[in-house]
């Protein structure tokens, strides 16, 4: 990657757009040109490999100015722009849900079905997965080429971070001023000292839009094939997802078959030995890591059938679910010469 190419980043100052810059820096993505873009942030200053940018009107922005643009912004604002910037010839990628169930665009996690990029003959809207299935997939990709999956159960210990600044500010107030305890204005019930049984809204079925996520996405990315359930908590963590899987195969398979698979798999790191107390947790394994992290893992035969149990964890913001897999979605584009 030595081609120095233009990148537009909506949604700068956010919590994850901080950590796209920081990727873009550490990962010396060969950036030209750097344009923050916004509305209400307009005029600030954004740093960005030791210069100052100012954050740029969203709405007065020319798009060919950008060979890629990140948006990560939020799906109303993904709506309203992506696809006219994807029309003005840019490559687009999506951090929102706006797009990802939508046949026209590709949902990628590149270490799983990034080979779908090689067919683009053209720039294009790219969708990036739910932070929670990304993680989630990293794991069962492996072992799913080696023993089919057939049934799927997961479920999710999701930090505050995911949902933002102001929701990572209530948890803080609610943990450590006691007049603010109870006073909930992003969450349905206090965070602090609590678990909710919700992320995001309830849907007819009865599923929260987060639940059915892991199952749309782990069909459009892993295998239509895979019978899905789902059960996603908010938690009082700051940052890092956790995940309970549990999982039926096709064939039997070893606990120590699966630890080698996945010590073999890129972006994956095994911290499992249960006799001395290693296994992955958001507090140690989540906080600007770019691995996802697997313990826990058990197989043990059912009426016959195989099942595996595993706990995953990954930093939902740095990490896989959001900043590092739009990063190397830009970063697989342009070892492919796509870019204009």
Known sequence: MNKGVSIALVGASGVVGTKIIQLLETRAFPVDKFLPLGNSTVGSLIEFNNNQYQVESLDNFIPEKGQFIIFSAGSSVAEKYARSFVAAECFVIDLSSNFRYEDDVP?????????????????????????????????????????????????TYQAVSGTGKAAIEELHNQTYFAD??????????????????????????????????????????????IQVQSTCVRVPVFNGHSEAVFFKVSKEISREEIIEILENSSGIKVLDDPNKGVYPTPIENASDTEDVYVGRIRSQKLDDETWISMWVVADNVYGKGAALNAVQICEELLSLNLAK
Request: charged share 20%; glycine share 2%.
């Open 107 to 155: 949902l990628i996690i590149p270490e799983i079905n990034g080979a779908i990029l090689k067919s683009l003959s053209k720039p294009s809207l790219i969708a990036n997965p739910n932070c929670s299935t990304a993680q989630l997939l990293m794991a069962l990709k492996p072992i799913h080429d080696r023993a089919e999956i057939k049934f799927l159960n997961v479920a």
């Open 180 to 225: 603010t305890a109870g006073q909930s204005t992003v969450y349905p019930k206090q965070i602090a000292f609590n678990v909710i049984p919700q992320c995001d809204q309830f849907l007819e079925n009865n599923f929260t839009k987060e639940e059915m996520k892991l199952v749309w996405e782990t069909h459009k990315i892993l295998d239509p094939n």
